[in-house]
């Protein structure tokens, strides 16, 4: 389907005058000013109630050439908002040097928001989670003397506040007060455990910067001056508790920022075990969205609605592909049948917004139904049999809820409903169904993957085979230095070299980590061995290796090779730097420390210095062909060209699939950092990679040729099983039951 059906099919079943007024576009209120303000029923423009459905897109997981796109697709599909966080490490890198070009180009993002007639939600942060390296926060203002984060700390606090106002400046044309799309703005994020001075003075500075909105603080603490607002798989608990402050639906209105549909880290499965973190079915998503509405609620955002790819920028053992079951795949096409499902649900609820929101919330207002008990041939008084009722006569909506895990015939009003489990209708003032959250139909398309015939000619680099560059930056000293204060997060990639003695047979070496690194071991520039520790948590973990030397030698180079896999996302009130590489000055060799003595820190593989994956740098290396199934170990640059391929009628995208023949490294096309590979196998033990298809940008992508280039990390055995794939999505007549949590998979 493409997308200018999309929007056929959206201006087809547009709402009358009267509804549109409660459920807007950007357009209804574009190049004006205008009030945003709220009610305990909803947010307001110019004193009018207003209801939002949401996704989330971040700028710097997709690329400048897929926003337009995302956005007509999002508006199509029945949404009138994104939700976009601010990575300020993604935009000041290093102290005082911002990025606001290519996929840092918020203004940009904003811009295109409104051109498609879609409303903002700001989420600044700082700290934004989000699966985010370092949870958005920059390395550098980790190395500030006495800095603790998140809490009443005053160097914290002082750049937190400079780089919120930078951000708010940068975007001042695009807020509500000056006809702009951005109606609501977030400070801080799933604050726990801090000092309620923190709180409140984060409530206060986001209102001095001049914003001109109501501010939130999302799924924790939150200040006086700010909206609370529910992150989780299903807010309904939230609506009734009155939210974590008590004052949702009492003077807030309900907003929920994330309803969340996970993410993948690698080594993970869909399958044993059933993980949150994978996904949810979309009956699961639909149900929690109504039970929501249901009660009161009159935002709702996905979290994520387009995950996109993380471009070198996972947290911690987070996969390439971001958010994968989302509602548009990280390719950029429609997840089905997911993206139809919800398509008939968002047009649902924008139709009854007027009702919605001309009466009060309905949480503790319900009507308990009646449940038909076939074992006593009654009719009985229900507890999981709910309806909450909006409005009375042939304006009337209700919000028919079984809450019950089986089959239940239930009735509202003398109309009876059999209910399939965990099911909400919404029904007229008759007793007509007009969405039901369980009926979910079998997608018209299913997702095909088709092999681009294509003759490689790979040439290989070996750069632990020669001496790095004379000119590559290097620290001296002694004592080894912690990863980021040497890499200042420029680089996953940090080598530590020294002179050791080493024993003959076994020698043993031993040092103090973190949880989410990986090292490999050379001595005299050959690879010994590796270890690595996956994890989304982070946190110090002791490593111990063992390696054969033939003889005794008495001034052996050591070299380690430390990568980051990722700063972990999540970051506390109060907590600390994040630390990799070696830490703590804690390394030894046969159980003797080698610390104390002269080291050399050398940031960046010497092929990243070179710039060996840009046509430009690649033309200064002595490439020498690859050998079929040739095994190389230690860091492998790889290189071939390839023509673009000619695209298939339907919807496609182009992705490079690594099945196996790698182990781990980088992807780089055309110059442009795609990000990990890992071939690291799924735990379920089908023998399938965690992922295996790497989207490719179609604005990456020449006409003519194109430069692929691997970073192999560990070790190459073969190439074979490298290819480009054409995804496309096809008539769905001959396709295979769609199975929980896969439902045609977005090509993990």
């Excluded at 990986?518 to 973990?541: D, L, M, R, V």
Aim: glycine residues 10%.
């Amino acid at each position: 389907v493409s997308t200018m059906l999309y929007v056929f099919f959206a201006l087809l079943v547009g709402l009358s005058a009267g509804q549109s007024a409660y459920f807007p576009q950007y357009k209804d209120y574009a190049g004006k000013p205008y009030h945003v303000s709220y009610t305990n029923r909803s947010l307001t423009l110019n004193d009018q109630p207003v209801l939002f459905l949401s996704g989330s897109v971040h700028p710097p997981r997709s690329t400048v050439g897929t926003w337009d796109g995302i956005m007509k697709k999002a508006l199509a599909n029945g949404l009138n908002m994104i939700q976009v966080y601010v990575f300020w490490n993604y935009h000041e890198p290093l102290e005082g040097q911002y990025n606001w070009e290519g996929r840092g180009d918020l203004e940009l993002f904003i811009k295109k928001c409104a051109q498609n007639n879609l409303f903002v939600n700001l989420r600044i942060g700082p700290y934004v989670c989000a699966e985010w390296d370092y949870g958005g926060i920059p390395v550098w203002l980790g190395h500030k003397k006495g800095v603790s984060f998140r809490t009443d700390n005053e160097i914290w606090k002082s750049y937190m506040q400079k780089w919120m106002q930078v951000v708010v400046t940068k975007l001042k044309n695009y807020f509500a007060d000056q006809g702009g799309p951005i109606v609501v703005a977030q400070v801080e994020n799933e604050l726990h455990g801090a000092p309620q001075s923190y709180v409140d003075w984060c409530g206060t500075m986001a209102h001095s910067l001049g914003a001109g909105v109501p501010w939130i603080m999302c799924n924790g603490q939150s200040a006086p001056t700010t909206i609370n607002t529910c992150n989780g798989n299903n807010c309904a608990g939230f609506a009734d508790r009155y939210g974590q402050n008590g004052k949702v639906f009492k003077t807030q209105p309900g907003m929920w920022t994330e309803n969340e549909g996970g993410f993948q880290v690698w080594g993970g499965s869909p399958n044993k075990p059933l993980s949150y973190f994978w996904g949810r079915t979309t009956a699961d998503i639909s149900y929690a969205i109504l039970q929501w509405f249901a009660r009161g609620g009159s935002h709702m955002n996905y979290y994520m609605y387009y995950g996109g790819n993380n471009f070198q920028w996972a947290g911690s053992d987070v996969t390439t592909m971001y958010a994968e079951d989302a509602g548009i795949c990280p390719d950029g096409l429609p997840h089905e049948p997911r993206f139809s499902h919800l398509d008939k649900l968002h047009r649902t609820v924008a139709s009854v917004a007027k009702p919605l929101l001309s009466h009060p919330v309905q949480v503790h207002n319900e009507e308990h139904l009646q449940w038909y008990d076939n074992k006593t041939h009654k009719w009985e008084a229900g507890t999981q049999q709910l309806a909450f009722v909006y409005g009375d006569g042939k304006d009337a909506v209700a919000f028919i809820e079984n809450q019950a895990s089986v089959y239940v015939e239930t009735k509202w009003r003398f109309k009876k409903f059999d209910m399939p489990p965990r099911t909400v209708f919404i029904v007229d003032w008759s007793g007509k169904v007009l969405f039901s959250s369980s009926d979910v139909q079998k997608a018209a398309n299913y997702r095909q993957y088709t092999n681009v015939p294509a003759k490689w000619n790979w040439y290989a680099w070996q750069e632990n085979n020669m001496k790095p560059p004379s000119n590559q930056p290097t620290i001296q000293q002694k004592g080894t230095l912690e990863q980021s204060q040497a890499s200042e997060g420029r680089t996953l990639f940090l080598y530590y070299t020294t002179s050791v003695s080493l024993s003959a047979g076994q020698n043993t070496l031993e040092w103090e980590g973190n949880r989410g690194n990986a090292y490999e071991i050379f001595i005299n520039g050959k690879s010994q061995t590796e270890i690595s520790k996956p994890s989304h948590g982070g946190g110090e973990h002791e490593f111990r290796v063992t390696f054969n030397s033939p003889a005794a030698l008495a001034n052996a180079e050591l070299t380690i090779l430390s990568e980051n896999l990722g700063y972990s996302n999540g970051m506390g009130s109060g907590s600390g730097p994040k630390l990799k590489g070696i830490i703590n000055g804690k390394i030894t060799l046969n159980g003797q420390s080698i610390d104390e003595q002269q080291w050399t820190m050398r940031p960046q593989l010497a092929g990243e210095y070179l710039k060996v994956y840009t046509p430009k740098g690649s033309m200064g290396i002595n490439w020498a062909p690859y050998p079929p199934k040739q095994t190389y170990k230690g860091v492998t640059w790889l290189a071939t060209n390839f023509t673009m391929p000619s695209a298939p009628t339907a919807p496609s995208s182009l992705m490079l699939r690594i099945p196996s023949g790698l182990t781990r490294g980088q992807i780089y096309v055309n110059g442009n950092a795609l990000g990990r590979y890992w071939t690291l196998l799924r735990e379920d033990g089908e023998g399938k990679p965690t992922q295996q298809y790497y989207p490719i940008p179609a604005d990456w992508l020449h006409s003519g040729e194109n430069l692929l280039v691997l970073a192999e990390i560990i070790s190459v055995t073969s190439l074979d099983a490298v290819n480009l794939v054409w995804s496309t999505y096809a008539p769905n007549a001959n396709a295979p039951t769609p199975q929980p949590y896969k439902l045609h998979d977005c090509g993990l």
